[in-house]
């Protein structure tokens, strides 16, 4: 129900923005999260972002170079991704938790609605 896009292929040092739309159900007033998922490694956390937009996490590891946003009029999430690196390389999925009016969450376990993921690869 959740489609992501944006994904693509970028040489270090670039930018992508990725964005999330719900096939389906609205996403409005619901916390969302962009997790990321490379070979050989597990799911983890990018960013996180509450159900209002007023609060939002990012792993620390992503902190100044990522950046989550939201916008309830077109029922979209979005991802800006500055200064890739060739360790951002991943499928990067977003998933929202269908209750709504929740602060952010960042375990995968907390989401009941995702996206099939879209790649992202980082040239170096």
């Known amino acids: 129900q959740l489609v992501e896009s944006g994904g693509g292929l970028v040489q270090a040092g670039g930018s992508l923005t990725l964005s999330c739309a719900s096939s389906g159900r609205t996403i409005n007033n619901r916390a969302m999260g962009w997790f990321r998922q490379a070979p050989g490694k597990e799911r983890e956390i990018v960013a996180a972002?509450?159900?209002?937009?007023?609060?939002?996490y990012y792993s620390d590891s992503l902190k100044g170079r990522f950046a989550i946003s939201r916008d309830n009029a077109k029922n979209t999430v979005s991802l800006r991704m500055n200064n890739l690196k060739a360790e951002d390389t991943a499928v990067y999925f977003c998933?929202?938790?269908?209750?709504?009016?929740?602060?952010?969450?960042?375990?995968?376990?907390?989401?009941?609605?995702w996206g099939q993921g879209t790649q992202v690869t980082v040239s170096s």
């Open positions: 972002i509450n159900w209002s937009g007023e609060s939002r």
């Open positions: 998933a929202a938790r269908s209750v709504p009016y929740t602060t952010f969450l960042t375990q995968a376990s907390a989401y009941d609605l």
